[in-house]
Each structure stands twice: as C-alpha cells, then as structure tokens.
C-alpha cells in the first residue's frame, strides 16, 4: 500500500510540468501514464498467478509503448521520443526474460528500471522546452490532426 502511495505521489509530481507546460503532447503522455498505472493495477489486483501477471502487465506496457510510438511520431518535440526510448527498453528487457528461459532476473528487474528515467524525462522536458522556446506559449492542439 505504501508503494502505491509513493508511486501515486511521483506520478503527479511528474505529470504536473507536463500538463502545465507540455502542451497536447504533455496531456496525452500524462493520460496514457495513468490508464497504464490503472490497468497494470487492475491486471494485479485480477490475476493470482505470478505468470499471469507478468503477461497482463506486458501487455499493458506493450500498448502503452505503441500510443507513445504513435505519439512521438507526430510532435516536433523531443523529450516523448525519449520517453517512448524508455519505455521500448523495458518491454525489450522482459521480453528477453521471456524468451530466454534461463536469463537472470537481473532481465525483468531492468524492465522496471526504466519507468524512472521516463517520470524524470516527463517532468523536466516540458520544462527545458519552455526555457529554451523563444516565444514561452505552449501550443494547444496537435500540429496536424490524426
């Protein structure tokens, strides 16, 4: 319970700059981080067996790294591809724990290494964006529809 608590707190702290001054693609990456936290929760709280688990949150994160693909193809901004980097990495580290049978659990513990660097990428590149834009707005729509 503690560790949802702090997640939850570091999910906010994070997603604030970027619902602050991360402009269309700020909101999306932070709607996509809570609908993936809530799924993987529910996928918890559902399933009882670990390898039933272990699926249902790749899945998660599998769908989650399609609609950051998605989205850092459409943005001139740099800090969601870096964002979506991060979250190719993890869903690469577990799928060679997967595959390999008898890869070291140092494999799925790097999956979740780096939700880490992705939080930290979404707080501070809305903000280097601001600081460094010449103008300061932030934009409010997509820079070409879907």
Excluded at 2 to 8: K, T
Excluded at 35 to 46: D, E, S
Excluded at 64 to 90: E, M, N, V
Aim: charged share 10%; glycine share 6%.
């Amino acid at each position: 319970m503690l560790l949802n608590l702090v997640f939850g707190i570091l999910m906010f702290v994070s997603c604030l700059p970027a619902l602050l001054w991360g402009g269309w693609e700020g909101r999306r990456i932070c709607l996509m981080f809570v609908v993936a936290a809530l799924a993987t929760y529910i996928g918890a709280t559902t399933f009882k067996t670990q390898i039933s688990l272990a699926h249902s949150t790749v899945m998660v994160d599998f769908v989650l790294l399609i609609g950051l693909a998605h989205l850092a193809a459409k943005t001139d901004r740099y800090w969601p591809l870096w964002i979506c980097a991060f979250q190719a990495l993890s869903v690469i580290s577990f799928l060679a724990w997967e595959i390999v049978p008898n890869t070291p659990r140092l494999f799925k513990a790097a999956s979740a290494v780096w939700s880490i660097p992705q939080l930290i990428v979404l707080c501070v590149g809305p903000i280097l964006d601001l600081r460094h834009s010449s103008r300061g707005a932030r934009r409010a729509e997509p820079p070409y529809a879907d």
